[in-house]
Nanobody, 120 residues
Framework: QVQLVESGGGLVQAGGSLRLSCAASGRTFSSYGMGWFRQAPGKEREFVAAIRWSGGSTYYADRVKGRFTVSRDNAKNTVYLQMNSLKPEETAVYYC?????????????WGQGTQVTVSS
């Protein structure tokens, strides 16, 4: 059973930084693609960033390019999302997700989410 546990959320001022972590367990993740999503109150969940576990290829939503960085630590089975220059409108619950293959259309596994609040 795949388990994803996010941590690292909190309150930060606009322009500040946070690093989210996603600890993955239950499988060998070498073929997996890992993603970060967020959902603000009253809005649909949106894609933020993704990383291919094997090789480390990354992909970002346009609105976070240049400010967010997704990375992984193979030894710790952990994926990170470094978020810099945060904006108030990026206040949301951030979710980690996993898909068994990098090319899969859907993410099969989700974490419980971690709240990020950016004050103005």
């Amino acid at each position: 059973q795949v388990q994803l546990v996010e941590s690292g959320g909190g309150l930060v001022q606009a322009g500040g930084s946070l690093r989210l972590s996603c600890a993955a367990s239950g499988r060998t993740f070498s073929s997996y693609g890992m993603g970060w999503f967020r959902q603000a109150p009253g809005k649909e969940r949106e894609f933020v960033a993704a990383i291919r576990w094997s090789g480390g290829s990354t992909y970002y939503a346009d609105r976070v390019k240049g400010r967010f960085t997704v990375s992984r630590d193979n030894a710790k089975n952990t994926v990170y999302l470094q978020m810099n220059s945060l904006k108030p409108e990026e206040t949301a619950v951030y979710y980690c997700a996993a898909r068994p293959l990098w090319g899969s259309a859907t993410y099969d596994y989700w974490g419980q989410g971690t709240q990020v609040t950016v004050s103005s």
